[in-house]
């Protein structure tokens, strides 16, 4: 069988022009972590960290695997952060720090606010 994506020189991520389905019209409310995922994507990129295009840069050399496997948001975050390593606002270790700190105060809002 012939790869026709290979033959049109188009990567896995790129649907343009392929049958895709009806998209769903269902307003639903945003999860306050999505909110704040956009919120900080448009702070770190008026803050010129990074550029929509830098952001793209990320979700499309993502593996397929993650890609199908991440929602929407969490593409979004791995995109930031690795922007924001890239852009040095902070390193990985600096991350890796914060991260475990953040880990110990519980998994939820709840517990996080005795810490």
Same mark, same amino acid.
């Given at each position: 069988?012939?790869?026709?994506?290979?033959? =049109?020189?188009?990567?896995?991520?790129?649907?343009?022009?392929?049958?895709?389905?009806?998209?769903?019209?269902?307003?639903?409310?945003?999860?306050?972590?999505?909110?704040?995922?956009?919120?900080?994507?448009?702070?770190?990129?008026?803050?010129?960290?990074?550029?929509?295009?830098?952001?793209?840069?990320?979700?499309?050399?993502?593996?397929?695997?993650?890609?199908?496997?991440?929602?929407?948001?969490?593409?979004?975050?791995?995109?930031?952060?690795?922007?924001? =390593?890239?852009?040095?606002?902070?390193?990985?270790?600096?991350?890796?720090?914060?991260?475990?700190?953040?880990?110990?105060?519980?998994?939820?809002?709840?517990?996080?606010?005795?810490?």
């Amino acid at each position: 069988m012939i790869d026709t994506q290979k033959q =049109i020189g188009r990567r896995w991520h790129d649907m343009g022009g392929d049958a895709a389905g009806p998209v769903p019209d269902d307003a639903h409310d945003f999860a306050i972590w999505e909110k704040r995922v956009d919120a900080l994507m448009v702070l770190c990129s008026s803050k010129g960290h990074f550029t929509v295009d830098g952001l793209r840069r990320v979700l499309e050399d993502m593996p397929v695997e993650s890609f199908d496997e991440m929602s929407y948001y969490e593409r979004w975050v791995m995109s930031i952060n690795q922007n924001l =390593i890239e852009a040095g606002v902070y390193t990985t270790a600096e991350l890796a720090k914060k991260m475990a700190d953040v880990s110990v105060r519980g998994e939820t809002y709840g517990e996080s606010a005795g810490a």
